[in-house]
């Protein structure tokens, strides 16, 4: 039997645009980095949110929040959804915000329809996704999943020096509860182009991409640019510029791989020097396991590769490696199927990007429900979907909560 609930679409849009004026500055997007004060704004603004509703408050050590709604078993082992209030610097209002108030959305739906459920259902918001101020990224869920200490994660230091959990403390968000989800499902933008470009509505997400960093420098010899002979360089830069061509060709030939190297400081940096150093970082992702192993070995060689050939001496630490996830056959049928209750213009795909989902797939069956991102952009203030897109993810993800909670445990 399928149940029932009346979503107050006005709501929700409503809540979408007040978390989206916490730490908000005109032509600048908003920016809540994690701990920050603008984020312990914007927990505020949701515990207040989930008073409202009735909802039981949960904060974990690493200050995961959760609103827990009773089902009629209790309040173990919560059917879960959410995402994070973090953001990047110059932020849109979707990215994290959407996966967050759409589980609202349903949470108070239910309570507003007066519906039974067998299982408890909650809204999460994950400690530090982003990883902007304190690294690791995805902070948050990785403690829940046991996949970091917590010591290690509230030792983390930012910028400044100050620790992550002297933060947290200091926003009244170091809990001491534990939770853990009887199942998760993630709402999200997809912050591609993918959807648009099929011309689908909702994107049932198969799993997320794995992704190794690496930080890495060559050393060369600085020298003179008008007197060093071409054949007698040690040329920092150009060992990077021979990389960066090795790497899109690794990329071209590893299927469905991206290859990427973001971060390059030349020095000394000037018109009439040769470099003798460059500081790098190559960050290398693909969604099948056997692909990922492929790139995980070829960088290091192609590290070593580029460096024997301009004469250079190669440091190379990893920073990042996270495998491939998968999420359950059975989780991502039922996303499509409450997807088609929907709309008939459904895309499975994989995610490029990280997600909190990433590691509670780890706890607990989970799966995850893209909606389009225009033009495929975000962290950045132009991120944009179109409210009708918005309206039909949280559908989707109601479907799909309710029918987890109607299962038994
Ligand atoms: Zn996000």
């Known amino acids: 039997m399928e149940e029932r609930i009346v979503l107050d679409e006005g709501r929700f849009l409503a809540d979408l645009e007040e978390l989206g004026g916490i730490g908000a500055a005109p032509g600048e997007g908003r920016t809540r980095l994690a701990l920050s004060d603008e984020d312990g704004e914007a927990r505020r603004w949701l515990v207040r949110r989930m008073e409202e509703l009735g909802l039981e408050i949960r904060v974990d050590g690493i200050g995961n929040l959760f609103g827990i709604l009773p089902g009629e078993e209790g309040t173990e082992a919560p059917v879960t959804a959410g995402s994070h209030l973090d953001t990047v610097i110059r932020a849109g209002a979707l990215d994290g915000a959407y996966g ?12 507003e329809s007066g519906t039974r459920l067998r299982r408890a259902l909650a809204v999460a918001a994950f400690t530090n996704e982003e990883g902007v101020r304190f690294q690791p990224d995805m902070m948050g869920s990785l403690v829940l999943s046991g996949r970091l200490p917590l010591e290690e ?23 001491t509860d534990r939770v853990t989800p009887g199942a998760y499902l993630e709402l999200h933008i997809e912050q591609g182009p993918r959807l648009e470009d099929a011309g689908a509505r909702i994107g049932v997400v198969e799993g997320i991409q794995g ?27 150009a060992g990077v510029a021979d990389l960066s061509r090795s790497l899109r060709e690794l990329a071209a030939r590893v299927p469905s791989s991206v290859a990427t190297l973001g971060r390059v400081e030349v ?5 009439n020097v040769v470099p003798g150093r460059v500081d790098f970082t190559v960050d290398v992702r693909a969604e099948a396991p056997e692909s990922f192993g492929r790139l995980k070995e070829e960088v290091p060689r192609l590290l070593r590769e580029a460096a024997g050939r ?7 630490e990893a920073l990042a490696d996270a495998p491939p996830v998968r999420f359950p056959r059975e989780m991502t049928d039922l996303v499509d199927s409450c997807a ?13 990007a990280g997600h909190d989902a990433q590691f ?4 607990c069956p989970t799966a995850m429900i893209f909606v389009p991102s225009r033009g495929g952009l975000s962290h950045c203030p132009e991120e944009h979907t179109e409210a009708a897109d918005l309206l039909r993810g949280v559908r989707v993800l109601a479907r799909g909560l309710i029918a987890l909670a109607q299962r038994e445990a």
């Not at 020096?161 to 170091?174: D, M, T």
């Open 100 to 111: 967050v108030l759409g589980a609202l959305a349903v949470l108070r739906g239910v309570r």
């Open 153 to 175: 994660a509230l030792a983390a230091r930012d910028r400044e020096g100050l620790r992550a959990g002297e933060e947290l403390e200091r926003l009244g968000f170091r809990g």
């Open 211 to 237: 992704i190794a960093w690496w930080g890495c420098t060559y050393r060369g010899q600085a020298n003179h640019a008008g007197t060093t002979p071409m054949d007698r360089r040690r040329d920092a830069f």
């Open 267 to 271: 020095r000394p940096g000037a018109i």
């Open 310 to 316: 301009h004469a250079l001496e190669l440091e190379a």
């Open 340 to 352: 088609r209750g929907e709309t008939d213009r459904v895309l499975r795909l994989a995610s490029g």
């Open 360 to 363: 509670l797939h780890f706890l």
